[in-house]
């Protein structure tokens, strides 16, 4: 499926903000199962977009300046991607979780898709010991891995709430855990936490999918949002597998990958730093339009 991706942000400010610097991490990277075919990115009124390196993330990252006073910004991007991507199954052949925890001790693999580089606690995902007990019963040492994955992503959405008004975006897992309510955010870092203690590798995923109006509605235009998922290695063979925790299914072509790293913090899609006084309101909007003819592009 290809899909036209427009994902734009508005910032107001109640006093002119005279110098900003951001990091933006908008444009899709290209991953398993999907390709980039085109991308742009746009700031209104202007300022200074130049490429900046991804230190602890497998993300595209753009730094934009702004030195002129404003009062408005907004920042919007559009992308075409193709996914094709088979929803994952789980057979009798896969590593258990014992020896995929083993095998990623063990890599000596150094990119930035090592396993090695998810297997500890990052600045917003710790060992939790209330998260490790309550994920342990899915996550026996003698269980296949991706069995293990969608069990415990089953559970978290089974019985978390989902809640937008329940947590911040800086809300750490352990307190989301607690109330058991919270977003896509949480649910996928409180898996996170979950799958570390248990010495197993797992990535944070930020990125899109694809939402379906109810029957005989139109779909919305900017109605989507961002979206947020897990990734557990599992082994050298089946390698990084997906799973949707807020909506319990695997990674499969309904999502679209735009920054991998090891928590929210290494691949919000912008961060920076604004200079100025006086109150800030943000309004993000998303769309994410399937092209069933294939056609390239976007407007």
């Known amino acids: 499926m290809r899909y036209a991706i427009r994902h734009e942000t508005r910032f107001s400010y109640g006093a002119p903000v005279r110098f900003a610097r951001c990091n933006l991490r908008l444009k899709p990277i290209i991953w398993s199962g999907q390709t980039l075919v085109a991308h742009d990115l746009s700031v209104e009124p202007g300022g200074h977009l130049s490429l900046a390196r991804a230190d602890a993330s497998l993300a595209n ?4 300046v702004i030195e002129a006073a404003v009062t408005e910004l907004s920042i919007v991007s559009r992308a075409t991607v193709d996914v094709d991507r088979r929803i994952p199954a789980p057979t ?12 990623a001790r063990e ?5 930035a898709s090592s396993p090695a580089n998810y297997l500890f ?29 969608i069990d415990l992503a089953r559970r978290i959405q089974s019985e978390f709430t989902y809640d937008s008004d329940a947590t911040k975006t800086e809300t750490l897992p352990a307190n989301a855990f607690a109330r058991r309510t919270g977003v896509c955010q949480d649910f996928a870092q409180v898996m996170i936490s979950g799958l570390r203690s248990a010495g197993l590798p797992a990535a944070y995923v930020s990125g899109y999918l694809r939402t379906l109006p109810p029957p005989g509605e139109a779909r919305l235009v900017g109605a989507d949002a961002t979206h947020a998922w897990v990734l557990l290695w ?28 090891r928590d929210y913090s290494e691949v919000a899609p912008i961060d920076g730093i604004f200079l100025g006084q006086g109150a800030r309101s943000m309004h993000v909007g998303v769309d994410v339009e399937p092209l069933i003819d294939g056609a390239a592009g976007h407007n």
């Open 107 to 111: 890599s000596r693999d150094v990119s």
């Open 92 to 103: 009798a052949s896969d590593p258990d979780l014992a020896t995929v925890a083993r095998l």
């Open 121 to 149: 606690p990052s600045p917003m995902v710790a060992l939790d010991p209330a998260i490790a007990d309550w994920c342990a019963p899915s996550l026996a040492p003698e269980r296949g891995a991706l069995d293990a994955a």
């Open 61 to 64: 990252v753009t730094r934009l």
């Open 234 to 261: 599992c082994g050298p063979e089946r390698g990084w597998v997906g799973v949707d925790p807020t909506n319990g299914i695997w990674m499969a072509g309904d999502h679209i990958v735009t920054a991998i790293g």
